[in-house]
């Protein structure tokens, strides 16, 4: 079988915490070939067949943890599962991207599909489902944005539409005079939108990341926030903690998932804080390393048996 990645470039992935790393490796050890991409390369050439230069890709047990071959061009209709790992920001050539895999051959499997690359909007797809996602406000207007929350009662989180690992998320409080000048940066003057939600108190406790398989959890954990920071993510300092999955926790991903599967989000990473679902990852998903860490599990191997079982399904095998 053949992979290709589409990921950012190799060295930026940490060995010890990255997701796609964890599936490459379990991908070679299964005696599939592996092949990497930076999304960049992804074009259309003559005849309007999609291609990409890519790399033939091993991966290795020592530092660094990759050996790349010399890059050539390749056609997307080469590749048996093309996973789309790019981190976002989700902007137009990420949208662009996602058209052109959407030129791959039926034979060939895209992870996550394009087409619900788009659909599902990572900020935006919990707004499907109101009653299991904090109050929410999206605007590009400062004084909405304002009386939003003091109608939260003066406090209220901020974050960009397309980012990720916690970048331009705030906390916004009424005692802080900075808030109007905050709200001028984040929205660039009005010019772009800004989610506005509720700030939920238990996330000192920590924002549990779900792992979802084809819309099932398959395991979970729970990232506590570093002392004087808002944000839970790993990249802004977050610990993980073990986590159980709570009667909640499967009553959310019961509501999500036919949801998630309809639109061909085989792999997705939810956001649950306290009692409430606030993000749908499914551009790039993380997590995987660190419950395998704390549980004892390897979740790439139940990845790539999702895998394989769903190329024999499409290909009627
Ligand atoms: N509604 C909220 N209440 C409290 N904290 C929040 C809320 N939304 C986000 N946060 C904090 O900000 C972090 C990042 O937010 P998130 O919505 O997951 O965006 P991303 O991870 O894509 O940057 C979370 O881990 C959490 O610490
Ligand atoms: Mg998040």
Redesign the pocket.
């Known amino acids: 079988m053949r992979h290709l990645f589409i990921v950012d470039p190799l060295p930026q992935l940490l060995v010890n915490k990255d997701t796609s790393v964890v599936i490459m490796r379990e991908a070679s050890q299964r005696g599939h070939e592996v092949f990497t991409a930076q999304v960049e390369y992804l074009d259309v050439g003559e005849g309007g067949r999609p291609r990409v230069r890519m790399h033939p890709t091993q991966v290795r047990d020592a530092d660094p943890w990759f050996e790349t071959s010399p890059s050539q061009y390749a056609h997307l209709q080469d590749f048996d599962v093309i996973w789309m790992r790019t981190d976002?920001p989700y902007d137009m050539n990420y949208f662009y991207a996602t058209h052109l895999l959407d030129l791959a051959p039926a034979s060939t499997l895209v992870l996550n599909d394009p087409k619900g690359l788009r659909e599902v909007g990572?900020?935006l797809f919990v707004l499907h489902f109101p009653d299991i996602c904090?109050d929410?406000l999206i605007s590009r207007q400062i004084d909405e944005l304002l009386a939003f929350r003091d109608k939260l009662g003066g406090e209220?989180?901020i974050?960009?539409l397309g980012?990720?690992?916690?970048?331009?998320?705030f906390?916004l409080t009424s005692e802080d005079r900075n808030v109007r000048a905050i709200l001028e940066m984040a929205t660039r003057d009005g010019a772009e939108y800004q989610?506005a939600?509720?700030?939920?108190?238990?996330?000192r406790n920590g924002?549990k990341r779900i792992i979802l398989l084809d819309g099932e959890p398959i395991g979970a954990v729970l990232?506590v926030?570093a002392g004087g920071?808002?944000?839970?993510?790993f990249?802004?300092g977050?610990r993980a903690l073990r986590a159980e999955l709570t009667p909640r926790d499967r009553e959310i991903c019961a509501r999500i998932g036919p949801a998630l599967r309809e639109h061909g989000i085989f792999f997705a990473g939810i956001?649950v804080?306290g009692d409430?679902l606030?993000?749908i990852?499914v551009t790039s998903p993380t997590g995987v390393q660190e419950i395998n860490a704390l549980d004892g599990v390897r979740l790439e191997a139940q990845i790539l048996d999702g895998v394989e079982k769903k190329l024999r399904d499409k290909r009627g095998e």
């Open positions: 976002p990572e900020k904090p929410t209220m989180v974050k960009p980012g990720c690992g916690g970048v331009g998320v906390h989610v939600q509720r700030y939920i108190p238990e996330v924002d990232r926030p920071e808002s944000r839970a993510n990249h802004a977050g956001d804080i409430w606030t993000e990852n």
